[in-house]
């Protein structure tokens, strides 16, 4: 297996404009997606009087080598609703498959009911509304829809991708009080474009691997078995 120096080398080769690593660049850098520009071209026009920055993408070829960062997302409970759709769609393009619990209720909106059918339907759970938790299930438009459409109402929410279980692109416990986030620079820069500026904190990367470490079990990915226990 390739070591992660080597599987992301050419996010270090430079740009031809600047001559900084592509990892200094919108695209492959959280701050300097957010910014624009390339951040040792930031630093040196603070601190060495650089006239220009330089404002290149990281190339598509590269995109993949950039590594995702978690973040805590803090949300005030009246925009938590609102705030978990945004995190939502900008992790869509890399989720293959989501995990919930369906605590369906009487007091939800049709729609919402609408959404637990097709959830329901999708999992092969019962079609009557009874408590339910599933732990993988692939994702397509349909499932996708139905899925964001109940997450700000369940207990608890996770979106997977092609890496499985332990790590999340996005998990929502209590309701969405407690909410991590694991983003590209690029995505941090379009979440932070509708969320507050301080609304998304990074977590250690010790504490990121520790809680992968916790959430893992094996056939957990098993279809059938929720949370861990076989039925």
Do not use: K, N
């Amino acid at each position: 297996m390739a070591q992660v120096g080597d599987r992301r080398a050419r996010l270090r080769d430079a740009c031809g404009a600047c001559a900084h690593p592509w990892s200094e660049h919108p695209g492959g850098l959280h701050e300097a997606s957010l910014i624009g520009v390339c951040g040792h071209c930031v630093y040196e026009a603070e601190h060495h009087g650089r006239a220009e920055t330089c404002g290149r993408h990281v190339p598509d070829d590269v995109l993949g080598e950039v590594p995702r960062v978690v973040f805590a997302v803090a949300l005030r409970r009246a925009s938590r609703a609102a705030g978990l759709t945004v995190l939502l769609d900008a992790v869509r393009p890399d989720a293959t498959a989501v995990a919930f619990d369906l605590p369906e209720l009487d007091h939800w909106p049709a729609e919402a009911h609408a959404a637990a059918a097709v959830l329901r339907s999708a999992a092969g759970l019962p079609a009557a509304p009874a408590y339910a938790t599933v732990d993988w299930l692939p994702v397509d438009d349909a499932v996708w829809a139905a899925f964001r459409t109940v997450a700000p109402l369940v207990h608890s929410a996770d979106v997977w991708d092609a890496r499985g279980l332990g790590y999340a692109l996005l998990d929502a416990e209590d309701d969405g009080a407690a909410l991590t986030v694991a983003l590209t620079p690029d995505q941090y820069a379009a979440v932070l474009r509708r969320l507050p500026a301080d609304a998304l904190t990074r977590v250690p990367q010790r504490a990121t691997l520790a809680r992968r470490l916790r959430v893992w079990r094996p056939g957990r990915r098993e279809p059938g078995q929720a949370w861990g226990i076989a039925p």
